[in-house]
């Protein structure tokens, strides 16, 4: 047990890539043994999050259960994994989603089984590894090695329009990590540590220039925006979402685009706080105009999953509004609402599959009484999709509460305007969601294709139980969830304004009359 607990953040991140090395050595013909091997490491992996998620003090901000190993010492760099609490409850749902997409998985996939596990698996260790690195060129490593899974997963088992999908996509991340991968290296050359903790204490006792910050900020802010996506860079999204198979697009909305959320709260907005503050306008605008955009495009939509899909762009512009109102109750709501959506946004899509299996097909019209046919999958997809726009009692109302209320007492400009928007894109959801369910479930029940569906099975009954479980227990006792973040969201709001204000100081008094503007910064 000693054991476990000084090496579980390892343990945790390369569980599925040994399980992944075990896959190579069976023959592909054997699909049943790989199917119930890749279950059984993503079972071992969730339990070791719960045990993390047991152990984890939450008392205080510090980074826990520290690993750090020399890597390339020349360069400064290092293996080093921590968690605290605005990782935990990512690494937390990250595991939880992996025994859930393999079992969605199990009938769906019939070609290529070993390598669609080999992908799957591999995706797990670079999503669990970039939660938790703490060496910013770890991060980076973990961060393109997702980008080479998720590409397979469209490009090889996703729909008809797979390939332009796939490359879209590809294009679109790699575009922005180029600029995230300079901004790291002037970091480097500032600094000469990759050492996340030791940056911070370097930008705390010698603050970067003004000018600098913003231009760094902006690096790291496009790489992470493209990935949430924040309008305008969403168009790669709606393409990935209905063109990749039912479990990448379950990783895609449940983890994959809370890297970009993550990215903004761990690394872009401590690093560079008068970047972030210079920001908080444009940001604040895109994330509105997000919520609004998504939601009316949502209601347009003639095809359930891409109905979804955009409905990812609002619900993370509600995420992005709170991350940037810096208040303690908007951030603590924004990390909550990174899990609500991967719980209530994979549970749609994970419904969504369950469907197209029977149907082959994901058009509103050509559905119509699925209640009376399938009352089991109609009653789960009702939870869900009252989850999805904010109903008191489950997880989407906690995590939108405290965002609107958390940017209606944020002391910049026009904060209780947005919120005042915001509070309309809930209602937006209310209406395209609600819209759609009726269609689905209560329309008529006029084609014959429909009459003979199955309801729900056991397997399919097992996995949507897990996640309806947590959209349920963070909705009527979220204190389990949020006491593991209260310490770590006040430290760190509380830092990103203590370290603006000297800097604030220093300009006032450098550029007081009579005096000329003298950045006392030194540079790389």
Same mark, same amino acid.
């Given at each position: 047990?000693?054991?476990?607990?000084?090496?579980?953040?390892?343990?945790?991140?390369?569980?599925?890539?040994?399980?992944?090395?075990?896959?190579?050595?069976?023959?592909?013909?054997?699909?049943?043994?790989?199917?119930?091997?890749?279950?059984?490491?993503?079972?071992?992996?969730?339990?070791?999050?719960?045990?993390?998620?047991?152990?984890?003090?939450?008392?205080?901000?510090?980074?826990?259960?520290?690993?750090?190993?020399?890597?390339?010492?020349?360069?400064?760099?290092?293996?080093?994994?921590?968690?605290?609490?605005?990782?935990?409850?990512?690494?937390?749902?990250?595991?939880?989603?992996?025994?859930?997409?393999?079992?969605?998985?199990?009938?769906?996939?019939?070609?290529?089984?070993?390598?669609?596990?080999? %992908?799957?698996?591999? =995706?797990?260790? /670079?999503?669990?590894? *970039?939660?938790? #690195?703490?060496?910013?060129? $770890?991060?980076? +490593?973990?961060?393109?090695?997702?980008?080479?899974?998720?590409?397979?997963?469209?490009?090889?088992?996703?729909?008809?329009?797979?390939?332009?999908?796939?490359?879209?996509?590809?294009?679109?991340?790699?575009?922005?990590?180029?600029?995230?991968?300079?901004?790291?290296?002037?970091?480097?050359?500032?600094?000469?540590?990759?050492?996340?903790?030791?940056?911070?204490?370097?930008?705390?006792?010698?603050?970067?220039?003004?000018?600098?910050?913003?231009?760094?900020?902006?690096?790291?802010?496009?790489?992470?925006?493209?990935?949430?996506?924040?309008?305008? %860079?969403?168009?790669? =999204?709606?393409? /990935?979402?209905?063109? *990749?198979?039912? #479990?990448?697009?379950?990783? $895609?909305?449940? +983890?994959?685009?809370?890297?970009?959320?993550?990215?903004?709260?761990?690394?872009?907005?401590?690093?560079?706080?008068?970047?972030?503050?210079?920001?908080?306008?444009?940001?604040?605008?895109?994330?509105?105009?997000?919520?609004?955009?998504?939601?009316?495009?949502?209601?347009?939509?003639?095809?359930?999953?891409?109905?979804?899909?955009?409905?990812?762009?609002?619900?993370?512009?509600?995420?992005?509004?709170?991350?940037?109102?810096?208040?303690?109750?908007?951030?603590?709501?924004?990390?909550?609402?990174?899990?609500?959506?991967?719980?209530?946004?994979?549970?749609?899509?994970? =419904?969504?599959?369950?469907?197209?299996?029977?149907?082959?097909?994901?058009?509103?019209?050509?559905?119509?009484?699925?209640?009376?046919?399938?009352?089991?999958?109609?009653?789960?997809?009702?939870?869900?999709?009252?989850?999805?726009?904010?109903?008191?009692?489950?997880?989407?109302?906690?995590?939108?509460?405290?965002?609107?209320?958390?940017?209606?007492?944020?002391?910049?400009?026009?904060?209780?305007?947005?919120?005042?928007?915001?509070?309309?894109?809930?209602?937006?959801?209310?209406?395209?969601?609600?819209?759609?369910?009726?269609?689905?479930?209560?329309?008529?029940?006029?084609?014959?294709?429909?009459?003979?569906?199955?309801?729900?099975?056991?397997?399919?009954?097992?996995?949507? =139980?897990?996640?309806?479980?947590?959209?349920?227990?963070?909705?009527?006792?979220?204190?389990?969830?949020?006491?593991?973040?209260?310490?770590?969201?006040?430290?760190?709001?509380?830092?990103?304004?203590?370290?603006?204000?000297?800097?604030?100081?220093?300009?006032?008094?450098?550029?007081?009359?009579?005096?000329?503007?003298?950045?006392?910064?030194?540079?790389?």
């Amino acid at each position: 047990m000693q054991f476990i607990d000084r090496n579980i953040l390892s343990l945790i991140i390369f569980l599925p890539l040994a399980g992944m090395a075990v896959l190579f050595f069976l023959s592909a013909e054997r699909k049943r043994l790989i199917r119930i091997l890749s279950l059984v490491v993503m079972i071992l992996d969730f339990l070791l999050c719960i045990h993390l998620f047991i152990s984890f003090n939450s008392d205080t901000h510090y980074m826990q259960f520290v690993s750090r190993y020399d890597w390339i010492p020349q360069f400064h760099i290092s293996y080093q994994v921590g968690v605290d609490g605005i990782s935990l409850l990512l690494v937390m749902l990250t595991g939880l989603l992996g025994p859930v997409v393999i079992l969605s998985s199990w009938s769906a996939i019939e070609t290529r089984v070993k390598e669609y596990h080999i %992908f799957m698996l591999l =995706l797990q260790t /670079a999503m669990l590894g *970039a939660f938790l #690195a703490m060496d910013l060129f $770890l991060f980076y +490593v973990f961060w393109e090695l997702m980008l080479i899974p998720m590409y397979f997963l469209i490009g090889v088992w996703g729909g008809p329009r797979r390939i332009y999908a796939a490359v879209k996509f590809f294009l679109f991340t790699m575009f922005g990590s180029v600029l995230m991968l300079v901004a790291i290296i002037y970091v480097y050359l500032y600094c000469e540590s990759f050492d996340f903790i030791v940056i911070m204490e370097k930008f705390r006792t010698a603050p970067l220039a003004r000018d600098i910050q913003v231009w760094l900020f902006a690096a790291f802010a496009l790489a992470f925006a493209i990935k949430v996506p924040i309008f305008p %860079f969403h168009t790669w =999204l709606p393409d /990935a979402h209905v063109e *990749a198979p039912t #479990a990448g697009s379950v990783i $895609l909305a449940g +983890v994959l685009l809370k890297m970009g959320t993550y990215g903004f709260i761990r690394f872009a907005m401590p690093l560079f706080p008068e970047g972030a503050y210079a920001a908080v306008p444009i940001i604040s605008i895109l994330a509105l105009i997000g919520i609004i955009y998504g939601a009316l495009v949502s209601m347009v939509q003639a095809d359930v999953k891409r109905l979804v899909a955009f409905s990812s762009v609002a619900h993370l512009g509600f995420v992005m509004l709170g991350l940037f109102a810096l208040t303690f109750q908007s951030v603590q709501g924004a990390i909550i609402q990174m899990v609500n959506h991967g719980l209530s946004t994979g549970a749609l899509f994970l =419904l969504v599959g369950v469907v197209y299996e029977r149907r082959h097909t994901r058009m509103i019209k050509d559905f119509g009484g699925l209640s009376k046919v399938m009352p089991l999958f109609a009653i789960m997809f009702m939870v869900v999709t009252l989850s999805s726009i904010g109903l008191p009692g489950l997880n989407g109302f906690v995590g939108e509460f405290l965002i609107l209320l958390g940017t209606y007492n944020a002391v910049h400009p026009w904060a209780k305007l947005y919120a005042g928007i915001g509070v309309i894109g809930v209602i937006l959801a209310a209406v395209y969601m609600l819209w759609m369910y009726q269609r689905v479930m209560f329309g008529p029940l006029d084609k014959e294709e429909n009459r003979g569906l199955k309801d729900l099975n056991i397997r399919e009954i097992v996995y949507l =139980l897990i996640v309806l479980v947590f959209i349920v227990w963070i909705g009527v006792y979220p204190k389990t969830f949020l006491g593991k973040t209260e310490a770590t969201v006040k430290y760190y709001v509380t830092q990103i304004e203590k370290r603006r204000l000297p800097l604030l100081t220093a300009m006032n008094e450098n550029t007081a009359p009579g005096k000329q503007a003298v950045s006392k910064i030194s540079r790389p």
